[in-house]
């Protein structure tokens, strides 16, 4: 399975503060996605992003998140302004297109106090 | 917009018993259907991946069918281990490039 790693494994941040949670996805793929797993919860896409530009959000990706490939590596997902809710694992996943299997990272747990 | 069901949300086996975890889907126009397995505060791992023109795939002691018509699939595991103890989830692709998860089934394989 290719790898992808995730930084950081743990976030603890206070209310109000923004994050910038990280992804390494290998890199012949091409498609890239950030999901949301609250505790006890189902997994939640956020968005999908492709050849430099989101291609897909829900309605939970609203104007506090915002994503990026800065350097053409990493991949990131921000938050500006963190709320209690916004509590739960991100995972960020990574693939060559919709018929190929979408592999996921290990996961950024992000507490919000 | 789909849905996607699984039964049970729990099950608990002795170990060397074979199992079925259940899917369902509320709309049947998607290209694929994934497996995944996680570990308690882990990641996701991809066990299988069932294109909607095949019925099933089989990775060692998995087999994952896919009855797209109906808007079923199942995953099937042959003499469960303790080490298969984990939660199992099914999701969908339809029309775009992201996937929709099910709940879930915590599997728990007893000694």
């Known amino acids: 399975e290719p790898e992808v790693t995730q930084t950081p494994s743990h976030q603890v941040t206070q209310m109000g503060q923004e994050v910038i949670l990280r992804c390494v996805p290998i890199?012949?793929?091409?498609?890239f996605y950030w999901y949301r797993q609250i505790l006890g919860q189902k997994v939640e896409f956020l968005v999908s992003?492709?050849?430099?530009?989101?291609?897909?959000k829900s309605e939970i990706f609203d104007d506090q998140f915002s994503v990026e490939r800065p350097d053409g590596s990493n991949f990131t997902l921000k938050i500006r302004s963190t709320k209690l809710e916004d509590s739960a694992m991100y995972f960020c996943?990574?693939?060559?297109?919709?018929?190929?299997?979408?592999?996921f990272g290990p996961g950024t747990r992000l507490t919000v106090l | 917009k789909q849905e996607v069901t699984q039964i049970p949300a729990a099950l608990s086996v002795p170990e060397g018993e074979n199992l079925v975890l259940n899917c369902s889907f509320t709309?049947?126009?998607?290209?694929?259907l994934q497996w995944f397995r996680q570990d308690p505060g882990k990641g996701l791992t991809s066990l299988l991946l069932?294109?909607?023109?095949?019925r099933e795939q089989t990775s060692g002691r998995l087999n994952a069918s896919l009855d797209k018509s109906s808007g079923r699939s199942t995953l099937y595991i042959a003499a469960s281990q303790p080490g298969d103890s984990a939660t199992y989830l099914c999701?969908?692709?339809?029309?775009?490039?992201?996937?929709?998860f099910g709940k879930g089934t915590k599997l728990t394989v007893n000694p």
């Open positions: 709309d049947s126009a998607i290209y694929n």
């Open positions: 999701a969908v692709r339809g029309g775009s490039e992201k996937l929709v």
């Open positions: 069932i294109q909607s023109s095949q």
């Open positions: 992003f492709y050849n430099n530009e989101i291609s897909e």
């Open positions: 996943a990574r693939d060559r297109g919709r018929t190929d299997t979408q592999y």
């Open positions: 890199s012949n793929h091409l498609y």
